[in-house]
């Protein structure tokens, strides 16, 4: 192992030995982990928090099974601490960024973070870490259904649910850089909003019923439970792609199939060419994060709570440095 200085053998984290609310996040001082083979360690400037991270919090990971105790967090903006055996991509003192071990959590809400080198990239030129930190996971999402599953290209339209939320409001951005047609989906205090970052036409949920004021859209990216999916379907030209971030019934899926549709269901991965086509969309200014609130770590349940209002636009990060 390679380090820039004798770091602390301890660190402080937030680790929960029970699934529950806000409340069961505590702040405590843990050992530091240290880099194998191919890892690297990485002192974690902030961490992104997301939906995810407030369900495996009351749950339990949904897509592995990890159970407590563990540390929460997916998104890490950092510097490299040491390096394991083999890596060759990084050095200490390397700003890096990254969703590592996903759907494991990485471990991101703590001082240090240990993942294998690849999961990383470095991290965009002109971002400070609040802002690279919110990237990762919402971003990865938005690219890997926009662009590696639906295929979307110029000319195209695309309907983005819940499009000021943390993907939503990347996604309108990563699909305008496509070349796309966007329509989006968001609350009438959110319009000007999203119109700053590209969107071409808005619906007020509240006042208008998608389904009957969308046509002819080529894909459809969702992530709201309930009937979006259903009524989604009703949006699509045939040919078209429904990407869901949550499960999809076996009714949905027939309905589709009838109507020619493809519907398919998406889970994000770590990343490491999606990462640097991100990040040339930042240093191009394609691509922008908008911050809703960056906490100390120490204010992780304030952090969740914030989030589980549903009432954000952009992303909420922690800062972990100090």
Known sequence: MTATSAAPARMRAVIQETAGGPEVLKLV?????APGPTEILVRVHAAGVNPTDWKTRERGSFYTGDTVPFTLGFDVSGVVEAIGDGVTLYAPGD????MPRFPHPAGAYAEYVTAPARHFAPKPR??????????PLAALTAWQALVDTAGVREGQRVLIHAAAGGVGHLAVQIAKARGAYVIGTASAAKHDFLRGLGADELIDYREQDFAEVVRDVDTVLEAIS????????????????????????????AEARERGIRA?????E???????????????GRLRTEIAAALPLADVAKAHRLGETDRTSG????????
Not at 95 to 98: A, C, D, I, M, R
Not at 126 to 135: E, F, R, S, T
Not at 315 to 322: A, P, R, S
Request: proline share 5%; net charge negative.
């Open 264 to 268: 398919t269901r998406m889970v994000v």
């Open 95 to 98: 700003e890096v960024y990254g």
């Open 126 to 135: 002109g971002l400070d870490h609040v802002q690279a930190a919110a990237l």
């Open 226 to 253: 309930g009937d979006y999916p259903a009524r989604s379907l009703r949006t699509l030209r045939p040919g078209g792609t429904l990407v869901s971030l949550l499960a999809l019934t076996d009714e949905v899926r």
């Open 29 to 33: 001082e843990t050992d530091r982990p």
């Open 315 to 322: 992303k909420i990060v922690l800062t972990v440095e100090g």
């Open 270 to 284: 770590p990343d490491l060419g999606g990462l640097k086509a991100l990040t040339e969309l930042v240093e191009t």
